[in-house]
């Protein structure tokens, strides 16, 4: 998978977030703030560290955008 569609596969699960919460005309970046908020929502639920995600996360982007 190359970065454009890692990037497109990102735009879409916010938009479908942000459609099912009703906020589908909100700009893009407050779309992504609240999936994030609602990700460490999840993370707290199943007792998950979201900062290790978010880290963990950094790492495979940092290979990625290579």
Request: hydrophobic share 35%; charged share 30%.
């Given at each position: 998978m190359d970065n454009e569609?890692?990037?497109?596969?990102?735009?879409?699960?916010?938009?479908?977030?942000?459609?099912?919460?009703?906020a589908g005309n909100e700009p893009l970046c407050s779309q992504m703030a609240d999936l994030v908020a609602d990700l460490m929502h999840l993370c707290m639920h199943e007792e998950i560290d979201f900062n290790e995600i978010v880290e963990t996360s950094s790492m495979h982007f940092e290979v990625e955008a290579c």
């Open positions: 569609t890692r990037a497109e596969s990102a735009r879409n699960a916010v938009q479908i977030h942000a459609s099912e919460k009703g």
